[in-house]
């Protein structure tokens, strides 16, 4: 039979720990001190897989990837949503896919933002904006780029505006921003 080992083997990587203070002996005096130690922290980058699906919304971040901006649209009551929607919000129905890349588009409000998520901060000010496209019933909310968060302007309501994409798409809606149209 095989021994055993008793040792658990160890590895590179991980934590490499340098100069945590414990005391020599373990008596009462040392016991009150590792109570009123501070606490350790341990700062460490954390790493995750995450298979993520688009499932109804795959065909709208498939056509960004390609330049290509798609709206939903019910077929029996024409009512066309600016953002991706697999089945309308009134009958249920199975919405159809339109391109809307190159349609009239507009500012219909927008606001700075001098805060924002982890993602987002090392960018802040910047522009969010809700756009208003031809013969679509609701507004894409994206950002607004190339104008100056810090002169915004009510004139900016109404300003012609048309989609830009990234160039490597991320697969992620920030993919498609506006510009506003020369």
Not at 148 to 167: H, K, N
Request: with cysteine.
């Amino acid at each position: 039979m095989a021994k055993l080992s008793s040792k658990r083997p160890e590895t590179l990587g991980g934590y490499i720990v340098h100069g945590i203070p414990f005391p020599a002996e373990l008596d009462p005096d040392a016991l009150a001190f590792l109570k009123r130690m501070r606490p350790l922290l341990i700062e460490h980058e954390y790493k995750v897989t995450y298979l993520h699906s688009y499932a109804q919304d795959s065909p709208w971040f498939a056509a960004a990837s390609n330049k290509k901006l798609l709206a939903s649209r019910d077929p029996d009551s024409g009512y066309t949503y600016a953002t991706p929607r697999g089945h309308d919000m009134y009958s249920g129905e199975e919405t159809e896919w339109i391109d809307i890349t190159h349609r009239n588009a507009q500012v219909h409000a927008f606001t700075v933002c001098y805060f924002g998520s982890e993602e987002f901060l090392p960018e802040t000010p910047y522009i969010l904006a809700l756009i208003e496209f031809e013969d679509v019933d609701t507004l894409f909310l994206t950002r607004l780029m190339g104008l100056d968060p810090d002169r915004a302007s009510l004139d900016w309501i109404g300003m012609a505006v048309e989609p830009r994409f990234l160039r490597n798409s991320k697969l992620k809606p920030t993919d498609v921003y506006f510009l506003p149209k020369n």
